[in-house]
């Protein structure tokens, strides 16, 4: 029998990681409708709400379907870091006169959270 290497056009085809730009998809339009469409409000918390139960599933995609990879995990991991900073930088458009604030708070956080998993 032939053995069938992955490919890295494979693992970007991976259940999990399709579930992963899913999941960035609905970030990406729940933060826009909060700082551009504030009214929209409802559709925008469905969207982000969407967004975290993904990552339940492309967790327990990865286990099922036996596709764990590491651009898996880096795309779970900035998905989640993005995700809640873009969050904060929405609350901090309506609610501070300093968002920049919250940019170097979570660039820092996401730094050192990089640096550290990154170690063996």
């Excluded at 469409?37 to 990865?62: E, H, K």
């Excluded at 651009?71 to 458009?93: E, I």
Aim: hydrophobic share 45%; charged share 15%.
């Amino acid at each position: 029998m032939a053995n069938k290497s992955t490919t890295a056009g494979d693992v970007l085809l991976y259940i999990p990681n399709l579930i992963g730009y899913l999941r960035v998809i609905c970030t990406v339009l729940s933060l826009i409708l909060m700082i551009c469409f504030p009214q929209r409000w409802i559709i925008a918390i469905i969207l982000y709400v969407s967004s975290f139960v993904g990552d339940l599933f492309d967790g327990i995609a990865a286990r099922k379907f036996d596709q764990c990879s590491l651009f898996g995990g880096l795309l779970d991991m900035v998905t989640d870091r993005c995700s809640t900073t873009g969050l904060l930088c929405a609350l901090s458009h309506e609610h501070t006169e300093r968002p920049i604030l919250v940019l170097v708070r979570d660039a820092t956080f996401f730094s050192i959270t990089w640096y550290t998993d990154s170690k063996p």
